[in-house]
């Protein structure tokens, strides 16, 4: 009797077992007893978490990879594959019927399409429309459009029609120079508005303290160029033509003259009356200099050599200049003849006979200033004369 019972214990457990077996066989990946399609399984093929791989092409939706394919995916109703992060923040679809690839991402900070390549000659992303219609490529955003940062070279665009099309409200294009420690140095935009004014281009160039030290503006309304430097607004090599007026405004209130400038043997400043020595140096001049050849200028016009180079100075040629004077000879009114005074470089009135470097536009009552003067340089033969 004991021995007829445990041999039905025995056999209830085995049978068990058995079932259990064949449980987790079937919930397991199920390979077809033969080549497809005539030895397909009835799906699912997998149900388990574990891993699958599979040997050989995968052909999906009825796809036939054939032997050029790993993967072969028949188009399906929204797309041939999607993929979603765990907060459905972003998804992903390939193979959609109007997008090849598509990204949508409800998450900040995130990267729709990033690819890396750390092989020479290579290209990270490659965008070909061969129809007389369409665009090659599109981008658009709320901020930027695109940033494109090369090492060697940022961007190169090449057209048989139209090399580069920008539509934008403020910066059509803008390239930023900066130095090692990521500060700005110069920028350079397209089709640039200024307080609502259209200028084709403008280029600016900023010190370590991001100050323009100079810029220039192309295709501003009604000027074809406006150009600022700190020290030179432009510089041209060779001859320079201008159909047209040119006016050119001093940065002297009130004054603006023709200059040149002359070696200095002393130092000689802005406003002070000037002669020379035997080398065409300029000296400071006194009443009793004889070759007293103008003022100093204080802002000139126009320079007709460098005014730049070392140890020169701008004299005045013709305009309106400031003159220091002082009262040696009385008070000076509008109209008197400025001539060189006992105090080097400074002018008085002319009474007696000398040589004059303008008439008097201003008048001094008394001690030493400055008055505006137009030029004249020639000889003052007295005042009696002159009555």
Known sequence: MKKT???????????????????????????????PPAGNVEPPLNISVN???????LGLMGADPGSGYSLAIKQSVYGGIKVNNSDQSISTFMGMPKFSFYSNIKKDASIGFNTEIYSSNSTGVRAMNYATTGVGAFIYSGATGAYIFGSDLGASVGSNSTGLSIQAKEKGLTSILVNSSNRKRS??????????????????NLNSHQQVTSYTELGKTDVGLKAYGKQLAAHFEGNVYVNGGLTVQS???GCGDLAEALTMA?????????????QLELIKATKRSATVIGVVSTSPSMTLNDAQYVNGQPVALAGIVPVKVNTENGPINPGDWVTASSTAGVGMKAVDPATVVGKALQGLARGEGQVKIFVDLGWFSGSTCEK
């Open 51 to 57: 891993k699958q791989i599979k040997q050989g092409s």
């Open 266 to 278: 002393q130092r000689v400043d802005a406003g002070e009356i000037v002669a020379t020595n035997q």
């Open 5 to 35: 019972y445990f041999m039905l214990a025995f056999v209830f457990l085995a049978t068990s077992f058995g079932c259990v077996l064949m449980l987790n066989q079937a919930s397991a990946w199920t390979e077809p007893i033969k080549s």
């Open 251 to 253: 940065g002297c209130s």
């Open 187 to 204: 920028e350079t935009s397209l089709t640039y508005f200024d307080n609502g004014q259209p200028i084709g281009l403008r280029a600016a």
